[in-house]
């Protein structure tokens, strides 16, 4: 089923974790800081990352912000702090979800296989089947979202999504101009197992805009309803 990282610095925490993962079937990788945790991340290639923010050698944040410049495994951010701004700075740097100490353990594993599945189920979303209705390459002004290759380019220039970010992207482009609730794209991006908040639609939408608009505050593709929800639009 593949290998799990599991960073904490707190050996029993670690321990507790890897023993239920192994018990659903998951392989583990455990690392108590940041510096091994990076190294493993990077040479052992897990299908997902438990991380912890409070580490020795690297904290939490900086080890997801260079593993996002190499990889987009989907990362699960672990925190003892209750402050909002903490969980925001995750989702910031690329984190796909976050869990607040201290968590129960069914939780933690229905976070764990809600993040798999959305993983595994990127290419039946993302890449939907050619029709006449659906191409392959979307065109929006000097956007273009090849959804062969997975490749979305604006302005001659290649743009780096993570996984969540590009199936967002996408499911606002296939169906541009229509208005979906922060609820709604929990649902259809995030999964209906997802068990996050509204905030982290906000968030991510928040990270897509600054990769993918030329002014992030004064977005020409991904728009907000006020009070409403997203959209993106096709006016061009």
Same mark, same amino acid.
Not at 5 to 24: H, R, T
Not at 38 to 50: D, F, R, T, Y
Not at 66 to 82: G, H
Not at 158 to 186: G, V
């Given at each position: 089923?593949?290998?799990?990282?599991?960073?904490?610095?707190?050996?029993?925490?670690?321990?507790?974790?890897?023993?239920?993962?192994?018990?659903?079937?998951?392989? *583990?990788?455990?690392?108590?800081?940041?510096?091994?945790?990076?190294?493993?991340?990077?040479?052992?290639?897990?299908?997902?990352?438990?991380?912890?923010?409070?580490?020795?050698? $690297?904290?939490?944040?900086?080890?997801?912000?260079?593993?996002?410049?190499?990889?987009?495994?989907?990362?699960?951010?672990?925190?003892?702090?209750?402050?909002?701004?903490?969980?925001?700075?995750?989702?910031?740097?690329?984190?796909?979800?976050?869990?607040?100490?201290?968590?129960?353990?069914?939780?933690?594993?229905?976070?764990?296989?809600?993040?798999?599945?959305?993983?595994? $189920? $990127?290419?039946? *979303?993302?890449?939907?089947?050619?029709?006449?209705?659906?191409?392959?390459?979307?065109?929006?002004?000097?956007?273009?979202?090849?959804?062969?290759?997975?490749?979305?380019?604006?302005?001659?220039?290649?743009?780096?999504?993570?996984?969540?970010?590009?199936?967002?992207?996408?499911? $606002?482009?296939?169906?541009?101009?229509?208005?979906?609730?922060?609820?709604?794209?929990?649902?259809?991006?995030?999964?209906?197992?997802?068990?996050?908040?509204?905030?982290?639609?906000?968030?991510?939408?928040?990270?897509?805009?600054?990769?993918?608009?030329?002014?992030?505050?004064?977005?020409?593709?991904?728009? *907000?309803?006020?009070?409403?929800?997203?959209?993106? *639009?096709?006016?061009?």
């Amino acid at each position: 089923m593949g290998k799990i990282l599991i960073v904490d610095d707190e050996k029993n925490i670690v321990d507790i974790i890897a023993y239920n993962l192994k018990k659903e079937g998951y392989e *583990t990788l455990e690392a108590y800081d940041g510096k091994t945790a990076l190294n493993l991340a990077l040479s052992e290639n897990p299908i997902l990352i438990l991380l912890d923010v409070m580490m020795p050698e $690297l904290d939490g944040f900086s080890v997801c912000t260079e593993v996002r410049k190499k990889s987009q495994v989907p990362i699960i951010m672990l925190t003892a702090r209750v402050e909002e701004i903490d969980k925001v700075m995750g989702l910031e740097l690329g984190a796909d979800d976050y869990m607040t100490k201290p968590f129960g353990v069914k939780e933690l594993i229905a976070r764990v296989k809600a993040n798999l599945r959305r993983q595994d $189920l $990127l290419d039946e *979303t993302a890449k939907p089947p050619a029709s006449p209705e659906r191409p392959q390459i979307l065109t929006f002004k000097d956007l273009t979202i090849n959804l062969t290759l997975y490749e979305v380019i604006r302005g001659g220039n290649l743009i780096d999504l993570t996984n969540l970010e590009y199936k967002l992207l996408i499911h $606002l482009a296939i169906n541009n101009d229509q208005i979906f609730s922060r609820e709604d794209l929990l649902k259809y991006v995030w999964g209906y197992e997802y068990l996050g908040d509204v905030r982290t639609v906000d968030v991510t939408i928040r990270r897509l805009r600054t990769k993918l608009e030329e002014i992030p505050d004064d977005p020409q593709y991904v728009l *907000t309803k006020r009070s409403v929800g997203y959209y993106f *639009t096709r006016d061009y």
